[in-house]
Structures are given as C-alpha cells and as structure tokens.
C-alpha cells in the first residue's frame, strides 16, 4: 500500500488499474480511523478490485467555532489500519493540494440540507458535497462507501449524485457500534471518561423508539417526546436536536406512513455526537 499526496499521482494509479481492466471502490474519510472506516474499506475489497481512501480534514465543512485544528489526526496508524483491511492506496492530500487558490466553486444541495445537521451547522454541507465532488471527479471511483452513522450526508450524497448524473454507486453501510451501543465516532475520543459512560444513552433512546414503532406506535411527536425524556435523564446530555424526518425529503413528519429517519444531535461537554435509526415500517 502506498501513501499518495499529489492529485497527478493518484490519477496516475486510476489510469493503471482502469487499463488493467479493474474496478475502483473509493471510501472518503477524515482520517483517525476506527472499525466503522475499517468496515466501509472490507466492503469495498469485497465487490471492488482496487480500494482507494482519502484522508484529508476538510476545512470547507468546518464552520467559526468548531474543532477543524483540533480534529485528531494520526496518517500512520491509520495507513497501518487500511492496509490491513486491503486499501491498495491512501490518497492524502494537503489542503494547499486541494484549494491551491482557495476555493471560489462550491458545490450545493438545496433543500435537504436546511435541516437536521445542516440547520446547527450552517455552510456545512456545502462544504462536504464541494470536497466530495472534488474527490470523485479525481479518483473516478465506480462505487463510493459511507456510513450511515451520517445519515444525511449519505442522503445528500446520493441526491447530488442523481442530480448531477455521475457514473459512480453511492453505497451505505450500516453503523458500527461499541459494545455498549455508542455509535463509532473519531470525535469519541474527545469524551472524558464521564461523559463516555453516559455517551450509550443516544443508543438508548434510539431503542426505545424502535419499541414503540415495533409496537405500532406512529405518532412522530410522540416518538420524540420519549427520546428527548429518556436523553434527559442523563445530565450530561445537551440536546442540539432530535427529529423524524420522511427518509427521501428529509420533511419533518408527525405521523408516520412512510420510511423516516430518526435522527439526534447531543453535546457531551465539548464534544457533539449524531446517532440515527432508519425505520422502513
């Protein structure tokens, strides 16, 4: 495996393998990598013949006041993970690599974006479907691997690529979790060991609401009622926003009839997790 900071060289390698007749999975990431990342990368070795990830901290997606300098990066202990699970190359560009004159083209999803993270987080998606865009055009991926732990970047990923009409297979994994249900995040490393025993609440709550659904419960306020108290039994907790969205408009409902995302935002001290529960009914 090779460690790849100029877009020439990785386009290079694309070029190789596409002679060679091969197929390209591509999995983005921000590095700090941990087993969610690992698994988006075994999935992609499992239907593609050659996996490429990115590790670059975007900072078009960061806004004022969030940890752009403080996200944690360690490049050699995640190349040491990535070439364990079968990554054929890391493409590890520098900021100045990827906006050598700043950035004045921006990629953007309308409507989609106006909610859930994108209504904390201002510019955010922007930001995301800019870097991305910018990714796919170099590496010219055929499948691309998420998470669904980012469920609306997942849903405005895949919208940008119908709209735009890109060649490339959006593929989303399931979560991957810690033993106690915390959703794997590289932000959980920020946690004390407090707020890290209180973190599984978010798990909790989502489960909850997973009863009542199975139990036939439909009314979207009510489901939220109950995740917002049982979250608010843990004092730690701060609440940016919990909500049940139609899965395709990401309009929020209040009976539902339909597929809907059950997705949360909780601040423990510094740190602000996102945890979410797709129900298909």
């Known amino acids: ?20 007749g091969k197929t390209i999975g591509f999995v983005p990431t921000m590095g700090f990598l941990h087993e969610g990342h690992i698994t988006l990368m075994r999935e992609a070795k499992s239907v593609c013949d050659i996996v490429i990830a990115s590790i670059f901290v975007n ?23 990535a070439e364990q699970a079968g990554v054929h190359s890391i493409f590890a560009p520098s900021v100045l690599e990827m906006y050598p004159h700043g950035c004045s083209s921006f990629v953007e999803v309308i409507g989609i974006t106006d909610c859930l993270c994108g209504a904390s987080r201002p510019g955010h998606f922007r930001g995301v479907t800019t870097v991305v865009m910018k990714l796919f055009n170099i590496v010219q991926p055929d499948q691309a691997f998420f998470g669904q732990k980012d469920a609306q970047q997942a849903i405005v990923i895949k919208r ?25 995040s590289s932000r959980n490393v920020f946690l004390s060991t407090t707020e890290r025993k209180a973190a599984p609440i978010l798990f909790q709550a989502l489960q909850e609401a ?20 049982h979250i608010g039994t843990e004092t730690l907790a701060d609440i940016d926003y919990v909500a049940i969205n139609d899965l395709t408009s990401l309009k929020e409902t209040r009976i539902i009839t339909g597929p809907v995302l059950i997705a949360l ?8 997790l996102i945890d979410n529960l797709i129900w298909e009914g």
């Open 210 to 229: 997973q009863k009542l659904l199975q139990a036939g419960e439909r009314n979207a306020e009510y489901l939220r009622a109950v995740i917002c108290k």
């Open 160 to 184: 940008m690529v119908e709209d735009l009409n890109l060649n490339i297979s959006v593929v989303v994994v399931p979560i991957v979790r810690e033993h106690d249900g915390l959703a794997m």
């Open 59 to 81: 900072p078009l997606q960061f806004g004022a006041g969030e940890d752009y300098e403080e996200y944690p990066r360690d490049l050699d202990h995640d190349a040491a993970l």
């Open 1 to 20: 495996m090779e460690i790849v900071r100029e877009i020439a060289n990785i386009r290079k390698i694309v070029a190789n393998a596409r002679k060679q």
């Open 265 to 272: 935002a909780v601040r423990f001290g510094i740190t602000r």
